[in-house]
């Protein structure tokens, strides 16, 4: 199990997760964040600092976001398991479902 950045993500990429992260698991895309959920410990840390609330536990991602928990591990399908976001920097690699979202307003 992991934890999962849904939907309130796209477009906020507030970046306070990072800063929490113990693991640097937490990676940046275009439009939103992923956790990488092989990297992920569990600790949580993160859920608490998100200001849009977008991160939960995979087993309690609301229903209409249950997509995302796919969306995170599909993020990391090429990039595969690089040990550490820092490292990586941002990552042109959202999935086909955030890319076509309609941009968040101003």
Known sequence: MTYVIAEPCVDVL???CIEECPVDCIYEGDRMLYIHP???VDC??????CPVE???YEDDVP???KDYTKANADFFEELGSPGGAAKVGKVSADPKMVRDLEPRGE
């Open 14 to 16: 507030d970046k306070a």
């Open 38 to 40: 092989d990297e992920c």
């Open 44 to 49: 949580g840390a993160c859920e608490p600092v």
């Open 54 to 56: 977008a991160i939960y």
């Open 63 to 65: 229903e209409q976001w």
